[in-house]
Structure formats: structure tokens, C-alpha cells
């Protein structure tokens, strides 16, 4: 076992003799970030995909933080559905204890969450695979750890899936 570590010792040593002018120049190759912040301490983002509708581009992200954000048709929504199956104030969500949480405002037509048509105002959790169908849109929802992404939910990597009605 020596002899294998002694070779090897001996190789450095030939190498460092013959490229001594290299040395002093290279020394800017310490690219280790520093990890002070645990993941945990980041809020989500909840990041929703248009993956299904006829009247939006699939691929369209909308991005809701964790100070919560609306849903509509019109005005000031941090999901804006140009869908007619979408009221103008058609849902709420809110981030509690970790969660985020999903509440229809009495819409005209309603919300679907994973199949399940809500009822009246309910309130229903969502998470990250969630799938939300207001009108002909489907959104399915991305929940990471502050601004990051996934392969599926980051603009320009994402596919686009093509839905054919
Ligand atoms: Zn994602």
C-alpha cells in the first residue's frame, strides 16, 4: 500500500517542478458557495402552469408568493384568466403555517381542485402538483422554496404542452 501512495506523491512533485510559472496566477479557482441559509427559513412561492385551455397559451406561468394573491378575470389579479368561465374575482389564496390555501368567492361557475369541484366558498388546500380547473384553463401548481424552480415551472426551460380539444 506504501509504494502505491509514494508513486503517486512522487508524480505531483515531477508535475508542480515542471509548471512552476502556473502557480501564481491561478489562484481565483475557489468557486464553494456559502450555505449560511437553511431552505426551511425561504416561504414558498406557489407558481401556477397553464398546462390545458382554450383560450390561454399553455406554457402562461403566474407566480403567487407567499403574501397570497388572487384569481380573476379582470383587474388586478396575480392570476389573471382571460377565460369567460372565470369571474372577475373568482378565487383567494392565502399561505397559513406553511400551506396554501385555495377559497372560490362565490364565482359564477366555479372551481375544480384534483377533480373535486369545490362547494359555495370552500376552502381547500393546495400543493405542489394540485391541479386547478377554472373554466376551459387548467393550471397545475408549483410550490418551491422562494424564487426556485423546477425544470417544469422555470420560464424558457418549460415544455410546452400541446393539448389538442
Ligand atoms: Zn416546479
Not at 67 to 74: L, Y
Not at 132 to 158: K, R, W
Request: glycine share 12%; hydrophobic share 25%; proline share 5%.
Amino acid at each position: 500500500m506504501n509504494s502505491e501512495i509514494k508513486k503517486e506523491e512522487e508524480g505531483e512533485e515531477g508535475e508542480l517542478d515542471s509548471s512552476e510559472s502556473y502557480g501564481s496566477t491561478s489562484d481565483s479557482s475557489s468557486t464553494s458557495e456559502a450555505d449560511t441559509e437553511p431552505p426551511e427559513a425561504i416561504p414558498p412561492c406557489i407558481r401556477m402552469v397553464v398546462v390545458q385551455s382554450e383560450v390561454m397559451t399553455c406554457g402562461e406561468l403566474f407566480i403567487v408568493t407567499c403574501m397570497g394573491g388572487s384569481v380573476g378575470r379582470e383587474g388586478e389579479h396575480d392570476v389573471l384568466l382571460d377565460d369567460i368561465g372565470c369571474s372577475k374575482s373568482h378565487a383567494r389564496i392565502t399561505y397559513q403555517d406553511g400551506k396554501f390555501y385555495y377559497q372560490d368567492q362565490g364565482s359564477t361557475n366555479g372551481s375544480v381542485i384534483n377533480d373535486r369541484r369545490l362547494k359555495g366558498d370552500e376552502t381547500r388546500e393546495i400543493g405542489h402538483g394540485s391541479r386547478i380547473t377554472i373554466g376551459t384553463t387548467g393550471l397545475v401548481c408549483h410550490v418551491h422554496p422562494g424564487i426556485q424552480t423546477c425544470l417544469e415551472c422555470e420560464p424558457g426551460l418549460m415544455k410546452t404542452p400541446i393539448v389538442t380539444p
